[in-house]
Nanobody, 119 residues
Framework: QVQLVESGGGLVQAGGSLTLSCAASGNIFSIYGIVWYRQAPGKQRELVASITSDGRSNYVDSVKGRFNISRDNAKNKVYLQMNSLKPEDTGLYYC?????????????WGQGTQVTVSS
């Protein structure tokens, strides 16, 4: 089993910054990809950023140039650096680790960390 724990959320004013962390523990085998999602109350979960096994990253258009995803492989951690935050960034942020099994994969989710951006 794999367990994920997110941290680093909080309340910030618009224009501020936060860095979220996601620490993984357990049976970490081959990584297919790592993704940050967010979800506001009553809204569908949205993919925010992803990073591949070779370090290539992708972002939803609304956060490009403001957010950065990175990994610390030695510590089994992934980070989401969030700058120039907007009220629209408010939500519960989750990390998901997709690990390879044969030609497929299995997903593991954290419990989430709340980010609230005030206007």
């Amino acid at each position: 089993q794999v367990q994920l724990v997110e941290s680093g959320g909080g309340l910030v004013q618009a224009g501020g910054s936060l860095t979220l962390s996601c620490a993984a523990s357990g049976n970490i085998f081959s990584i297919y990809g790592i993704v940050w999602y967010r979800q506001a109350p009553g809204k569908q979960r949205e993919l925010v950023a992803s990073i591949t096994s070779d370090g290539r990253s992708n972002y939803v258009d609304s956060v490009k140039g403001r957010f950065n995803i990175s990994r610390d492989n030695a510590k089994n951690k992934v980070y989401l650096q969030m700058n120039s935050l907007k009220p629209e960034d408010t939500g519960l942020y989750y990390c998901k680790w997709s690990l390879r099994i044969g030609v497929g994969f299995v997903d593991y989710w954290g419990q989430g960390t709340q980010v609230t951006v005030s206007s």
